[in-house]
DNA sequence: ACCTGAACACCGTTCAAGT
DNA sequence: ACCTGAACACCGTTCAAGT
């Protein structure tokens, strides 16, 4: 519990003096260590052996530093992915490396959703819709596109977010799925017959596999657009 | 401030006792008028003219009431809903149903994302799956495309609902959206071209119009499976 | 200018005491 | 059995006082 010495440096002035950088990174360790319940003030002035008051000069509030933790996590991730070769393999990579980052950071799943002001959402949606016009997809059908991607993106991020919050709490993800396909084959075959199909499936099924079926479906989808011009589905005539 | 008198019947028992309906029904338009931070269990307790500790003899906690609440609004929404009619239809009527909701009830947009264990998720998903069998799309298949559906609408509504209360503080949507615009314009046009290009698409865009787009492209990819067979994209042979 | 840490205004939740 | 509301153990945030 006590603070470990801040590099035993000489003593004219503190070599680390606190810095908007420094506070983030620790806060992403906390995250990482402990989930987004353990990020209190009063946790971050202790590992940063701090008062609490001190974070302030650095950052607005908690939400200022949860988008600074997320912005920095989405900029490492997105910097480190390559941007040239086929556009379907570039949506593809970018799609995976917010996943896998989500996997590592579950928080980054919740933040991204709660906070529309941050700069990781244009980067993600750069990295989703810059490689549409290669694609061959009309400007008009672009933005559509590339909202379904960041949309479907964010909706399986917050997903794992959940899940993660879940069961670190409750054992591991093995026991944690089976309690949610215990509970899904007690309802009523009657009312819900697709979802006592699906329930075997959710205990078996890969995540991260599933997650890229669906960006495949969505690129199908995109793919049918750009051929058949306006709509994607065109009424029976 | 002082509370209201729970109806003057005779004094032999008080006619509307606690129960977890009425709790859940308060809390929903708690939620409803002031927001997801604006339901305590004191702001609670008051406005059902009782103890905050009185609650918990009906729900557990915090999470339990916000699930019960959420349950609630897709029970009646999908309740609402016609089952019936060509499948592509009644998927989009469930999708549509579900945007609606959140838009009146930006909170059930955040708390669909947060817990993973309640009853809505599995309804939600019967509402998008059920439909795929008719919809020609093989056994193996179904799974995929219904949780592509499904992560669709949550990301969706967790931006809704982000949206929605970042608005609630910050004057109108229009001001609102025109700040995320400006935000984006001042990015790095080099680095961030497709942005640029989505802008002022964003300012005029139509949230319904486009949720309904992003539909209607995973549908058009769904077909595309249906029709080519196991994978949605094939490898350029 | 930056840091400190006590103080303030809240929370969710518990629990002895009432009916 | 159900309700009451004070008390507890936290929060994020502020701010006088220090350096």
Chains 1, 2 share one sequence.
Not at 14 to 25: G, H, M, Y
Not at 67 to 81: C, H, K, M, W
Request: with cysteine; aromatic share 6%; hydrophobic share 40%.
């Amino acid at each position: 519990m006590t603070s470990r010495e801040p590099r035993p440096g000489k003593s004219e002035r503190r070599t680390d003096a606190l810095s908007k950088e420094r506070i983030v990174e620790a806060a992403i360790e906390i995250l990482d260590a402990e989930g987004e319940s353990g990020l209190t003030f009063r946790a971050l002035a202790a590992r940063l052996s701090t008062g609490s008051g001190a974070i302030y000069h650095h950052v607005a509030n908690k939400n200022d530093l949860l988008t600074a933790a997320t912005d920095e996590i989405v900029e490492r991730v997105l910097s480190g992915v390559a941007r040239y070769g086929q556009p379907r393999e570039v949506i593809r990579v970018v799609a995976l490396g917010m996943f896998d980052a989500i996997d590592v950071h579950p928080w980054v799943g919740t933040h991204l959703t709660s906070e529309p002001r941050q700069l990781a959402l244009p980067q993600v949606l750069e990295g989703l819709g810059g490689p549409l016009r290669a694609l061959g997809v009309p400007d008009h059908a672009q933005f559509d596109c590339a909202s379904a991607l960041l949309n479907y993106v964010l909706g399986v991020g917050g997903q794992n977010a959940a899940h993660a919050r879940v069961h670190a709490g409750v054992g591991d993800r093995a026991t944690f799925l089976a309690s949610i396909v215990a509970r899904w084959t007690q309802l009523d075959p009657e009312r819900y017959p697709f979802v006592h199909k699906m329930a075997t499936r959710l205990r078996e099924h890969d995540d991260r596999e599933q997650f890229l079926a669906g960006i495949d479906l969505i690129l199908a989808g995109i793919e049918s657009v750009s051929r058949t011009g306006e709509t994607a589905v065109l009424p029976d005539p």
